[in-house]
């Protein structure tokens, strides 16, 4: 079993930035590919961005540009920094963990973090 460990979010301002930590442990060998979802009330949970071990990434059209996935794989740990963020932003963000980037949706799942953007 995998566990994933979250931390970071809060509250900030529109304009603001923040940044994400996800721990994994356990059963890690197979976690080639890491990255974040995020859910909004009412919203699907989506992927916001994901990075493999070798620092393939892939990010929502939404947020590229906007925010950095990055990895540390020593650590087994995953960030994500946020820029520039906005009230659409706002959401409980989760981190995952799985074999690849395509089969991400059937891995692992933090406990969630929620980000508000407000002023």
């Known amino acids: 079993q995998v566990q994933l460990v979250e931390s970071g979010g809060g509250l900030v301002q529109p304009g603001g930035s923040l940044r994400l930590s996800c721990a994994a442990s356990g059963s890690i060998f197979s976690l080639n590919a890491m990255g974040w979802f995020r859910q909004a009330p009412g919203k699907q949970r989506e992927l916001v961005a994901a990075i493999t071990r070798g620092g393939t990434t892939n990010y929502a059209d939404n947020v590229n540009g906007q925010f950095t996935i990055s990895r540390d794989n020593a650590k087994n740990t995953v960030y994500l920094q946020m820029n520039s963020l906005k009230p659409e932003d706002t959401a409980v963000y989760y981190c995952?963990?799985?074999?690849?980037?395509?089969?991400?949706?059937?891995?692992?799942w933090g406990q969630g973090t929620q980000v508000t953007v407000s002023s």
């Open positions: 995952n963990a799985g074999p690849s980037l395509s089969t991400m949706r059937a891995g692992s």
